[in-house]
């Protein structure tokens, strides 16, 4: 009997066995933030400009002196009796217990006006990268204290807007608001000289003066405000007198950080190879 056995269809060639799946690739660990170069921001035109306008707020102790040596009133002038918006006030007469009379007020009041522009001036154009390094080009530019920065230069700009209120309505005409601008120059200026002395700890040695100026003045503010039978005029100036001195010093330190910049960046240009 003839015929073809019947063949089997071909069976399929095996495919290859599936490998266990691809594990996702991790993502990349973040890395952390980095502030700006710090020689470079130092190095700007714009922070020895803020440097010199902090430096500035020295003329005040000028004022003070020209200022007292012009005094008119029956009695000679007393740093620890009469305040210093005694000074600047516009008319001779009696107030608020004391008599005062100051003929050189304009004066006073224009040191106080520009006190308080150059404070401004100074938060505009230091930038925050300046605070976060405490003003040292060396400084690796990794963030210290991100947000502190920004809140330092709100403080130093509304005490500065306080001293300009000062400055433009003296004590003896609208009362309220020489007094709203005087706690405006006094608790943001102590509470900025306190957080930049803090976060500049282990940065400067000058961080140690900025946090004494800082206590001394808010500490002081606060004696003025809630203790009486004290010596008005001692306390007021234990008051201002060491934010004042307190942002010259900032200003000295950014301006020798913005030299050693410069000096920096003439040594990175003379060693670069030429292309």
Same mark, same amino acid.
């Given at each position: 009997? %003839? ?55 020295? !003329? ?17 002038? %007393? ?35 520009? !006190? ?25 530019? !990794? ?116 030299? !050693? ?15």
């Amino acid at each position: 009997m %003839s015929g073809s056995l019947p063949t089997n269809p071909a069976s399929p060639e095996p495919g290859p066995e599936p490998g266990p799946e691809a594990a996702p690739e991790a993502a990349p660990e973040a890395a952390p933030e980095l502030a700006p170069d710090p020689v470079g921001a130092l190095a700007r035109a714009r922070s020895l400009v803020g440097a010199w306008a902090k430096i500035s707020v020295l !003329q005040f102790f000028l004022a003070e002196a020209v200022v007292i040596s012009g005094w008119a009133g029956a009695h000679p002038y %007393s740093r620890r009796f009469n305040v210093i918006s005694d000074l600047g006030a516009a008319h001779c007469g009696i107030y608020s217990g004391r008599e005062v009379c100051s003929p050189l007020h304009w004066l006073m009041n224009l040191s106080f006006v520009v !006190q308080g522009l150059a404070m401004i001036v100074g938060a505009v154009l230091l930038s925050t990268v300046l605070f976060r390094v405490a003003a040292r080009p060396d400084v690796p530019p !990794q963030v210290r204290h991100p947000a502190w920065g920004l809140m330092i230069r709100a403080l130093v700009g509304v005490a500065g807007v306080g001293m300009v209120l000062v400055g433009c309505v003296p004590e003896d005409t609208v009362t309220v608001l020489h007094e709203t601008g005087a706690l405006l120059f006094f608790v943001p200026g102590g509470l900025a000289l306190l957080a930049l002395g803090w976060s500049w700890r282990g940065l400067r040695a000058v961080s140690w003066i900025l946090l004494l100026a800082g206590a001394v003045s808010l500490v002081s503010t606060v004696l003025f405000r809630f203790v009486h039978g004290l010596e008005p005029g001692t306390l007021e100036r234990l008051m201002a007198y060491p934010i004042t001195i307190g942002l010259a010093v900032v200003g000295l330190t950014v301006a020798r950080g913005a030299h !050693q910049a410069r000096t920096l960046l003439k040594v990175r240009a003379r060693s670069a190879p030429e292309r």
